[in-house]
């Protein structure tokens, strides 16, 4: 069985019409290779489908009940069609990443506004985690993208940088360490709050710091408050700052090793990214390229 698309789709303009010069239009073709369509339908199924003549065209019995059936599926068929085209060029589909909180709270958000507002019919996921559960998100095959740091080398994704940041020490405006150079043993000193989902926990290990921590949070709005508050010090990235409420605060750079932060996306290297997140890849790549 040979079913072929445009001998169905010109009958089905031609069912509702009723005119072959109507239906030929449509198809931008001429009503010679209309009615030739036509007839190798007929030739095909053995059926005369219309009663024809020079001035009226009119669907016989079988060719009413042929329509009749026809239609919904056909219909179906193109809609279905239309979407999975629309899905090959990225116009629908499932956006899944995975950030970091410091990520998803400053960098990623207007990324996804523009995102949002040029294909408005993709469904975004965004699931922040901790720097190690963000690529074990990606390998695991749960999320397409992983944006966070790349602490070392990771044969099963491949890495697109992104920006930097550098680590800063909040603390209460008027503080003893307001305008002093500040290392990472400094922060031994002082009551500290810790964000568990936080990224410099990688760099505390590497100093052996030993720190006073008085409470673990989640979010960064919430250790900036307490800090406000004078519970004790944090510690954030820079590129959180301008998402954040920080009256009250100050921040302060932190000098030493891993005190600047290479962020980035990841996906895995033995899957060809669907062109849902080829775009928004283009879009971080364009938004780091013009500054966070």
Not at 136 to 141: H, I
Not at 225 to 245: E, Q, W, Y
């Amino acid at each position: 069985m040979n079913i072929k698309y445009r001998q169905l789709k010109a009958f089905i303009l031609a069912a509702r019409s009723l005119s072959f010069t109507e239906s030929a239009a449509a198809l931008s073709i001429t009503q010679a290779s209309f009615s030739n369509l036509m007839k190798e339908l007929e030739e095909d199924l053995g059926l005369l489908l219309f009663e024809r003549t020079t001035r009226s065209c009119v669907l016989t019995d079988v060719g009413r009940s042929f329509y009749d059936n026809l239609s919904g599926s056909f219909e179906h068929i193109e809609d279905l069609y239309r979407q999975m085209t629309e899905v090959g060029q990225g116009l629908r589909g499932r956006l899944l990443i995975s950030a970091l909180p410091s990520m998803a709270i400053g960098f990623i958000p207007p990324v996804l506004a523009d995102y949002r507002a040029a294909y408005p019919d993709v469904e975004i996921v965004l699931k922040e985690r901790t720097n190690e559960d963000v690529f074990r998100l990606v390998r695991e095959r749960k999320v397409e993208l992983g944006l966070g740091i790349m602490l070392g080398p990771d044969e099963s994704l491949d890495w697109i940088p992104l920006f930097s940041d550098r680590v800063m020490l909040i603390v209460p405006d008027g503080h003893e360490l307001v305008g002093k150079k500040v290392g990472w043993r400094t922060l031994e000193r002082f009551p500290h709050i810790m964000m568990v989902t936080g990224s410099t926990e990688y760099a505390m290990r590497v100093q052996n710091l030993r720190l006073k921590t008085i409470s673990e949070v989640e979010h960064v709005a919430t250790a900036v408050a307490m800090v406000r508050n004078g519970l004790g010090i944090t510690t954030l990235p820079s590129s959180v700052m301008g998402a954040l409420n920080f009256e009250g605060v100050t921040a302060i750079p932190i000098t030493g090793k891993l005190t600047v932060r290479r962020l980035g996306v990841a996906y895995r290297k033995e899957s060809r990214l669907t062109r849902v997140a080829e775009c928004f890849v283009e879009m971080l790549r364009a938004k780091s390229s013009a500054g966070t």
